[in-house]
């Protein structure tokens, strides 16, 4: 006789009641890769693609503030450098990847929705 205590060991050692085919066992790594480009990859890109259309547009006499929390106006742009006036006679080269927004408006990307 099989007391309650020890059926669950019994139920998990019975044997399947089938083969089981390739696919069907792939299907849920499937749906986990799916779900996980769905909700991580694809807003990252989204967002990666919004602050790359900002850097391109960028140009001189933009009010700009950066990642770093510096205040100034755009004197040169360059290909990956940017050349920022902070004060009068005051000029700094920053990547320009270190742009974070424009003076006065909502951040490209909000603090809020960063990823990983």
């Known amino acids: 006789m099989i007391d309650t205590i020890s059926l669950p060991f019994f139920v998990a050692q ?3 009641s089938g083969p089981t085919s390739f ?3 792939m299907f849920p790594i499937a ?3 799916l779900v996980f480009y769905v909700l991580v990859l694809m807003p990252q890109r989204r967002r990666l693609k919004k602050v790359q259309e900002f850097q391109a547009a960028l140009k001189v006499g933009d009010k700009v503030i950066t990642t770093g929390g510096i205040y100034g106006q755009i004197t040169r742009l360059g290909d990956t450098a940017v050349q ?3 004060a009068d006679k005051v000029r700094i080269d920053i990547a320009r990847a270190a742009i974070g927004g424009l003076q006065g408006q909502d951040p490209v990307v909000p603090p809020d929705s960063g990823g990983l």
């Open 14 to 16: 019975a044997p399947a």
């Open 23 to 25: 696919l069907v066992s």
């Open 31 to 33: 749906l986990i890769v």
């Open 84 to 86: 920022v006036q902070i």
